[in-house]
């Protein structure tokens, strides 16, 4: 059975009903889907109380690495014994995985603003303060290393400038201190996509149209040109061209998903990130991906050059732009596995 | 008294009638407004009745080049007897210009579909099909030298590729043989913005979007680096970023003199351009710039590989990307008149 593998919190109850732990083959690794509330002091809304969902897998007593992903990803990571579904980074994290969770604990949540209740300017201070109330709720004192990619690298670089005692280390996958201007012109536009969607109660439309201008800044153009070399066609008196099936799916797809509340305050939210570089002290390792037109090199680059730590850069070609960390499974496994190392090995002498 | 440099047609007739012959300064060149209705067998629609407008400057006898710009041009590329008001190639046609009306006839006209009566499918063919058209009406035997941008560069290898006989040499600016993958999902996107807005008969607001998102295809990521630094602001409860206000005016600007219609079709046009680089065998002298994001360097490249003349490439580098046809004043300059030198010493050794 498969199941879409960016399940958003609307529709994880559905997935919580269809694979509850019964029902879960024995070969998954124990987890645990915690959810509670908890007032948090957001901001730009001052105290308000919030909802937040996590997932925590692995043996207790192992190493525990936090993974956090993009606007769209959520808690769930890959099957596990609480949840048997897909999820979103199966390709990484599992037994034998370069995040393995044999080896060691691994921990995720939702976003803050992901379920659509939250609707107020939120940023990545927010969900770093979010993730501290997670790591206190399940009484746990650190964070080993944070592998944060896209949104979840800035995430994890707040939480690394705020709370450098419950983090020994970050992996920051295409994700720099501060948004490039360029990058928050094209959110802005998506964001006014959506405006005049509602203006007329269209919202899914805008959301759908939003999300397709989204892709072309999650890609590159080589890839466009690999897949869409065909010549534009006439369709009832109107041009359509090679790339729009694939947009207009993306786009369908997503709104089916998403609220626009919930896309317009964490796409806003990338446009309030802003860490000051020499505010992080702790041992960063940072993925540069040439192509990539929303963290450009240059900016990871002047990361690099600002931090007050030990900071190695790696930097990646990738046809898929912004999306390598998704789509170049081999070369971010070794980056992943390279990262994780230590820890395993550690956990090794340990047991 | 100052006019806005990019008055479309439908602004024209109120441009005309405040700057008629009568009033112009006696030191602009001379020139002539062509309008006259032809039919012409167009791609996608068959015969078809188009009205057809041109500007002639400068004296009968001397070499002509015929210049063309982006879809948002005119035929009005300098103030003239004929129309003072300010053209949009100001800084390039003019006495004493890289373009020197005093020693060439400078012709050009305005776009098919440029005027919003035609709902069909337009491409780059019939664009060369009404440049043949005007040159027959005004019983014009060649274009010494046609310098195309952008979209004119389009439409210039079309008419190369057609009439052979009716043109000398091409110079084309940042375009191409063929629209890029990534370019016409990007088009097409601006396309469905439009659309959404016609939804709801806000077609202003959707074209003046759509117009937003286009300005980030004509400029490049270094220049909003340099002028949107700004961090975000939170005003009335959302997320407001630097680059806004910048895109509201064009935006707004732009959607005051352009209907959606006349938006789409030009729009569309750029999609169905396709020529044949091999079908090119006249002399062609190219502009390609780094950072251009529509007409990348690359299909430059292999327009120039694969045409069946001599090609001459010069490569750019400008933070202005693709519209560094209209910013690059000097770099731009030394290319025209380089390319024209020849023309204009024919025509001085000739007087």
């Given at each position: 059975m498969t ?19 019964a ?8 987890a645990?889907?915690i ?29 525990l ?17 609480a949840?048997?579904a ?27 603003g ?40 800035m ?11 419950r ?55 080589e ?19 090679a ?24 796409s ?53 732009g912004?999306d ?28």
């Amino acid at each position: 059975m498969t199941l879409n593998a960016c399940l958003t919190p609307f529709a994880e109850s559905l997935r919580e009903s269809l694979f509850d732990d019964a029902d879960a083959p024995t070969a998954l690794p124990a987890a645990q889907r915690i959810e509670f509330d908890h007032i948090l002091h957001l901001r730009h809304a001052g105290e308000t109380r919030c909802r937040l969902r996590a997932e925590l897998v692995g043996a207790e007593g192992a190493p525990l690495v936090a993974v956090l992903g993009g606007i769209s990803a959520d808690r769930h990571l890959a099957a596990n014994g609480a949840c048997a579904a897909p999820g979103w980074w199966e390709a990484q994290v599992g037994e034998g995985r370069p995040v393995d969770t044999a080896r060691l604990r691994v921990l995720s949540f939702d976003w803050l603003g992901a379920d659509g209740g939250l609707d107020v300017p939120i940023d990545t201070a927010d969900q770093a303060d979010a993730l501290l109330a997670v790591l206190d709720h399940l009484a746990i004192p650190r964070i080993e290393v944070l592998v944060g990619a896209s949104y979840g690298a800035m995430v994890g670089l707040q939480f690394a400038a705020r709370f450098p005692e419950r983090i020994g280390e970050l992996v920051a996958l295409s994700g720099a201190h501060r948004p490039h201007p360029y990058a928050s012109a094209w959110r802005a536009i998506q964001r006014k996509i959506v405006a005049l969607g509602q203006l007329q109660c269209a919202d899914a439309q805008g959301v759908a149209l939003a999300r397709q201008l989204a892709m072309l800044s999650y890609r590159a153009p080589e890839e466009f040109a690999d897949r869409f070399a065909a010549e534009a066609t006439v369709e009832n008196g109107r041009v359509r061209v090679a790339a729009e099936d694939y947009l207009d799916s993306c786009g369908l797809r997503y709104a089916q998903k998403w609220q626009a509340t919930a896309f317009l305050r964490l796409s806003e939210s990338i446009d309030l990130h802003r860490v000051e570089a020499s505010a992080i002290r702790i041992p960063l390792s940072l993925l540069a991906v040439e192509g990539d037109r929303l963290a450009p090199p240059e900016e990871i680059y002047a990361l690099a050059e600002g931090c007050a730590a030990d900071c190695r850069v790696r930097v990646l070609r990738s046809k898929y732009g912004h999306d390598a960390f998704l789509k170049e499974v081999d070369a971010i496994g070794e980056v992943l596995a390279d990262a994780l190392q230590d820890l395993v090995c550690r956990e090794e002498d340990r047991a």
